[in-house]
């Protein structure tokens, strides 16, 4: 049977939302992890580039901090500053009835500024590690002690590699009760051990592999 968003166990609003960015059937990244974030999983999700990672996590938070919005809600960290933007886009178009806040925090743009808008409160950070634990380090203006959800975006390329140190210190001001959503290309070993290290109960979807 064919899913659509309202399968889903989403919002009339946020099913409205879909429709008017054009967006109408959900894709199985989509279908298999939404409701299972809903639910308060910790979630792996592995699917090419092009499947729909981005809504398969922003939906789900949507929902949950429309119930409960508070300071900063979730943080997405993500490997560019151009995916990083792409994010933040998603999230303001699908946002825009609840006036969503989200700042991006990637390098290239003026730090006290930066600051300056994450002492706002944005519901939402999207961040590169880099440009994030650069502020973690300056005399910060803000607390992610309270995030509710921790996304890792391109999973794969964040961990066990150059954004290794970033990583590590952004995980230490993070609160250790929280929903980690790891979207990624493919499924690594690093993925799989951090997986272990949560304790959390993790929903793990990977994308069939297609014939060619
Ligand atoms: P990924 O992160 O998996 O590479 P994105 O989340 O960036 O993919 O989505 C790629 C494009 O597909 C975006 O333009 C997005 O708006 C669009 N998209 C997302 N979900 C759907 C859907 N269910 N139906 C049609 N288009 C979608
Ligand atoms: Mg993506």
Redo the contacts with the bound molecule.
Sequence with gaps: MVKTFSDLNLNTWLVRQCTV?G?????P??VNCIPEILKGKDCIGA?????????AFALPILQELCEDPYGIFALILTPTRELAY?IGD?FAVVGKPINLKCCIVVGGMDMVAQGQELAKKPHIVVATPGRLADHLESCNTFSLARIKYLVL?EADRLLGGHFDEQIKAIFKVLPKKRQNLF?SATITDTLEKLKEATGNDVFLYEAPAEVA
């Design positions: 960015i967006v109408k059937q959900p894709t990244i989509q699917a090419k580039t092009g499947s729909g990672k981005t809504l792409q998603q975006d979207f």
